[in-house]
């Protein structure tokens, strides 16, 4: 398979991490640009310009390795719900518009490189493998935290809007992965506040 052209600084800037960090950041690239797969220990560790040996003292395991990579993926998420309640407390209608943004910052590396979720389950058919367990988790949690966010913004059935918000952002990460409609983040940002508003006004009549 042709390799992509690195990242431009990619190696200086590599050449400064940790070996583990290197790993991590090497089966990052090769797992979005050639899916988890089609991707050996060994290219991971000629990437990560160290050796097979060296990256089964980290993981155990290639399986290892790639539910680590995803556990970070969603730490990163987190991360923004995180920060997004800290900076607009009890103000659920904020949370919701800031979390959404959030989705709409990153569509450009989507686009680029593909969601490391959908990526990663069309490589991970078995619904037990513990990485594909932890992006159910992941979603699953997710999802409760905009229901919460939901109800603080007075939205009559917050399940549903956030069941709504949901599929509205997976939408637009792959309308930007494949390229299927322009103006993703306009369009999942203002569909957003439509669901925002319809549900506060059918709790209102």
Known sequence: ???????????TRVARLPPRERILDAAEELFLRE?????GVQAIAERAKTTKMALYRHFDTKDALI?????????????AFD???????????AQVLA???????????????????????????????????LIEDHKATQRRRLTDMCER???????EAAAEITFLMEGAQISAQNGSVDRAGERL????????ERGRADGER
């Open 35 to 39: 899916g988890i797969r089609a991707v």
């Open 153 to 159: 913004a007075g939205v009559r059935d917050p399940d």
């Open 189 to 196: 940002l203002a569909a957003v506040k439509a669901v925002l």
């Open 99 to 133: 979390v959404t943004r959030f989705f709409v910052e990153g569509l450009p590396d989507v686009a680029e490189r593909g969601c490391p979720f959908v990526n990663s389950v069309a490589g991970l058919p078995d619904r037990e493998h513990p990485a594909r367990r």
């Open 67 to 79: 539910e680590e990579w995803l556990r970070i993926v969603a730490a990163g998420y987190s991360s």
């Open 83 to 93: 920060r997004t309640e800290s900076e607009h407390p009890g103000d659920g209608r």
């Open 1 to 11: 398979m042709a390799s992509s052209p690195p990242r431009p600084g990619r190696d």
